[in-house]
């Protein structure tokens, strides 16, 4: 039996669902939401403040600010009211209501962005506030999560190894993609330590993390509006990037069997199953990273106004699909491959 004294010293992370039964694919999901933040951003919180008070950066007059789309900041909000520091944080308007309540419960002060930048688009307007903020004060301090290297450090040291002792015979990882944290710790890791594992970045349509043309995006998680700084493509294989209403579906789906994740989650599923589908899969194994659980959605991706006005009518129809692109592969060839064209043919 667990006994804790600080919320961040419980977190479940070796749970993975078969997801076999539900997507037809041999298909390992990864769980990161079983802890108090909910999230995985409490792995890379936890590494920066660490890291930030080891070097004297952190102290008890600070004012700890980030820019977050929300997990960080819930993940931080838990952290600074348990070790006793104020924090803000700054997010924008596609953040759900529930993780701004959270934070807010918890004792944060949060500053929504209602308008994006015409360049930079929201996550522009952001950074800008953060950096006035900590020009007209020397008490904030801001770890940054964009450029700082705890919060990849905190997936090779945690995330990566723990995929490693459950499944020492890995053929292909699908991560994620938003500051590219989990994927860099992941990449790198396994880079050193098994370098036949294939690893598959999943972005959404309208990012552009890895080039292409921008586009409006609603699902709070993955997904850039520049260039990640922490991104080292030469570690990446492959990018598969999902339209957001093949994401819905796939939320959609696992509630159907019972399984509520939140967004990212459809995504980076969504896209291994398109990647399953067009590889041959036997003796495959394969895992996916699952960021978050599904209840700070409730309002968004599992509320029927929301979902139609935004994707219109059909989007929960089974027959809908539409295409994923998917670039690469960079240089290696696919395990067991037998189709590396892009286009989604597939259905989740
Ligand atoms: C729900 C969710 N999914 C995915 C990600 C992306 O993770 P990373 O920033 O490590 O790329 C985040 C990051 O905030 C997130 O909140």
Redesign the pocket.
């Known amino acids: 039996m667990p006994v804790i004294s600080a919320p961040y010293a419980f977190n479940e992370s070796r749970l993975f669902v078969d997801l076999r039964s539900i997507v037809g694919h041999p298909l390992y999901l990864k769980c990161e939401g079983f802890n108090f933040a909910g999230?995985?951003?409490l792995k890379?919180a936890n590494e920066m403040v660490t890291a930030a008070e080891r070097q004297g950066i952190l102290t008890r007059d600070s004012i700890l600010v980030e820019s977050?789309?929300?997990?960080?900041g819930v993940a931080l909000s838990m952290i600074a009211a348990s070790k006793g520091y104020r924090f803000l944080c700054v997010t924008d308007s596609r953040c759900n209501l529930s993780t701004r309540l959270l934070m807010e419960a918890l004792g944060s002060e949060v500053h929504v962005i209602a308008e994006m930048n015409v360049d930079t688009g929201f996550l522009g307007a952001r950074l800008d506030y953060v950096r006035e903020l900590c020009a007209s004060d020397d008490r904030y301090v801001w770890l940054s999560?964009y450029t700082n290297p705890g919060?990849w450090l905190a997936?090779y040291r945690t995330t990566a190894p723990e995929i490693a002792d459950e499944f020492p015979r890995l053929d292909v990882l699908f991560i994620?993609?938003?500051?590219?944290?989990?994927?860099m710790g992941c990449a790198r890791y396994f880079r050193e330590h098994s370098p036949s594992v294939r690893i598959v970045a999943v972005d959404s349509v309208g990012s552009v993390a890895f080039g292409g043309e921008p586009g409006r995006r609603m699902i709070?998680?993955?997904g850039m509006s520049m260039r990640?700084p922490l991104l080292d493509e030469s570690f990446v294989d492959e990018v598969i990037k999902v339209e957001e209403a093949d994401t819905i579906r796939t939320c959609h789906r696992l509630a159907r069997s019972g399984f509520l994740f939140?967004?990212?989650?459809g995504t980076v599923v969504s896209g291994a199953v398109d990647w399953l589908n067009r590889n041959d899969t036997r003796g495959i194994t394969a895992v996916a990273v699952a960021?978050?659980l599904g209840e700070r959605y409730l309002d968004t991706i599992y509320q029927t106004n929301w979902l139609q006005d935004l994707y219109g009518d059909q989007v929960l129809d089974s027959g809908a699909r539409t295409t994923v692109a998917s670039s690469g592969p960079r240089g290696r060839a696919a395990p067991h491959g037998r189709d590396r064209r892009g286009g989604g043919a597939g259905r989740v």
């Open positions: 999230s995985i951003k890379a977050s789309s929300g997990n960080l999560q919060n997936h994620g993609a938003g500051t590219t944290g989990t994927l709070p998680g993955l990640p939140g967004g990212s989650t960021p978050d």
